[in-house]
């Protein structure tokens, strides 16, 4: 009797497995057979754009009162009082007439086009640490805020969804469809040009540099800097120099003591991953998910060995 009902569960089970490959054939969730079409719900997450005529704006209102005090919570830590910039996080406001100077200003009030990109960008990616924390009142009052600083609208002002279209740029006119025709290259298969002949008309300068660039001294620069220093300067010297955030400050032996008491391997995972301590956040990477693991790694040995 037992033997029987094993038989036929067996049997069972073929079929039941030949059921679902086959099914898995005909289903229409993608060409490999797996994942699962976005809910409405979904797309409604990622679907959070405003464009410049207003378009996916929420309904809602803020002040520059109320966006003041936020600011200075939120905001002025990293961006300045008057959106100065502190250290080298990015300017707000000012630089009017810069644009044409060798190192212009670009700022909200400088150069940008739309109000709109003002508003997204904080309400998607700001504070920089905890993007898309803010209720959509308080983007609104941030973004008056800004506005405040930049001199382009008076301290009683309350932008809402109604009045949004009538708050114009100044730099907006500089801005125009590039009205260049789309031009491709014809890859080179034979008698191609030999290296040498190639000549180089434009090259990018390096962030900081205010001349030409002599890439020998660039790079002697470079070569005198100990491992992990030129990652450290460029992509956690903005929070670890000064403690932005909460975060240990290079040099502060008595702090580094007790952190680098857990290891370093625990160090470099919470480096390349990120972490919540008592303290704040420290993004991934510090938010520059572009470097490599190994980059990570040392310069937190940089920032430990000249912490002792
Ligand atoms: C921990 C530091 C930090 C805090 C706090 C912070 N920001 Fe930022 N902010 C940044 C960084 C870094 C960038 C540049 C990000 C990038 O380029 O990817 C930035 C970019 C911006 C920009 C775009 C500037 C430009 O010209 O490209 C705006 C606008 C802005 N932040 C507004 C805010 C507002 C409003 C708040 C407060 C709610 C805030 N930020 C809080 C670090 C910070
Ligand atoms: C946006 C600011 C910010 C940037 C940029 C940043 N950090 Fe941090 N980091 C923090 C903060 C804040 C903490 C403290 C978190 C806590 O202990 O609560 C921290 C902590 C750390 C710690 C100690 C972790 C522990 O377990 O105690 C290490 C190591 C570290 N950061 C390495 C780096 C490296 C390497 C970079 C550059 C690749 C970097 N950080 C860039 C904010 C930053």
Request: net charge negative.
């Given at each position: 009797m037992s033997s029987f009902h094993k038989g036929a569960l067996f049997v069972g089970l073929i079929l039941l497995s030949l059921v679902s490959v086959s099914s898995l054939a005909v289903d229409k969730t993608g060409y490999y057979g797996y994942g699962s079409p976005a809910t409405a719900v979904e797309i409604a997450g990622w679907d959070i754009d405003v464009r410049p005529d207003g378009t996916g704006l929420p309904e809602g209102n803020g002040s520059v009162e109320d966006g003041e005090v936020l600011y200075e919570v939120?905001?002025?830590?990293?961006?300045?009082?008057?959106?100065?910039?502190?250290?080298r996080f990015p300017v707000l406001a000012g630089g009017e007439?810069?644009?044409?100077?060798?190192?212009p200003s670009k700022t909200?009030?400088?150069?940008?086009?739309?109000?709109s990109t003002l508003w997204d960008y904080i309400h998607r990616a700001m504070p920089f640490t905890q993007p898309?924390?803010?209720?959509d009142d308080e983007v609104y009052s941030l973004t008056a805020y800004v506005l405040y600083l930049n001199d382009l609208?008076?301290?009683?002002f309350v932008l809402s969804k109604k009045n949004f279209t009538t708050i114009e740029l100044p730099n907006k006119a500089n801005f125009f469809p590039d009205p260049r025709p789309d031009v491709h290259n014809i890859r080179c298969m034979k008698n191609c040009k030999k290296l040498e002949d190639i000549q180089v008309v434009s090259i990018v300068l390096p962030a900081?540099?205010?001349?030409?660039?002599d890439t020998q001294t660039q790079a002697a620069k470079e070569k005198a800097l100990q491992p992990g220093e030129l990652v450290y300067n460029q992509n956690c010297a903005i929070c670890h120099d000064a403690g932005v955030g909460g975060a240990p400050i290079i040099g502060d032996v008595a702090d580094w003591i007790k952190r680098a008491a857990t290891g370093m391997l625990t160090l470099k995972q919470h480096a390349i991953k990120g972490f919540t301590g008592a303290v704040g956040l420290m993004p991934p990477k510090g938010g520059f998910l572009n470097i490599s693991d190994e980059d990570v790694n040392e310069a937190v040995e940089f920032m430990v060995e000249s912490s002792r």
């Amino acid at each position: 009797m037992s033997s029987f009902h094993k038989g036929a569960l067996f049997v069972g089970l073929i079929l039941l497995s030949l059921v679902s490959v086959s099914s898995l054939a005909v289903d229409k969730t993608g060409y490999y057979g797996y994942g699962s079409p976005a809910t409405a719900v979904e797309i409604a997450g990622w679907d959070i754009d405003v464009r410049p005529d207003g378009t996916g704006l929420p309904e809602g209102n803020g002040s520059v009162e109320d966006g003041e005090v936020l600011y200075e919570v939120k905001c002025a830590e990293c961006h300045g009082s008057f959106g100065e910039g502190v250290g080298r996080f990015p300017v707000l406001a000012g630089g009017e007439g810069s644009l044409t100077d060798q190192r212009p200003s670009k700022t909200v009030g400088s150069f940008w086009a739309h109000t709109s990109t003002l508003w997204d960008y904080i309400h998607r990616a700001m504070p920089f640490t905890q993007p898309e924390s803010l209720e959509d009142d308080e983007v609104y009052s941030l973004t008056a805020y800004v506005l405040y600083l930049n001199d382009l609208v008076e301290d009683d002002f309350v932008l809402s969804k109604k009045n949004f279209t009538t708050i114009e740029l100044p730099n907006k006119a500089n801005f125009f469809p590039d009205p260049r025709p789309d031009v491709h290259n014809i890859r080179c298969m034979k008698n191609c040009k030999k290296l040498e002949d190639i000549q180089v008309v434009s090259i990018v300068l390096p962030a900081g540099d205010n001349g030409a660039v002599d890439t020998q001294t660039q790079a002697a620069k470079e070569k005198a800097l100990q491992p992990g220093e030129l990652v450290y300067n460029q992509n956690c010297a903005i929070c670890h120099d000064a403690g932005v955030g909460g975060a240990p400050i290079i040099g502060d032996v008595a702090d580094w003591i007790k952190r680098a008491a857990t290891g370093m391997l625990t160090l470099k995972q919470h480096a390349i991953k990120g972490f919540t301590g008592a303290v704040g956040l420290m993004p991934p990477k510090g938010g520059f998910l572009n470097i490599s693991d190994e980059d990570v790694n040392e310069a937190v040995e940089f920032m430990v060995e000249s912490s002792r």
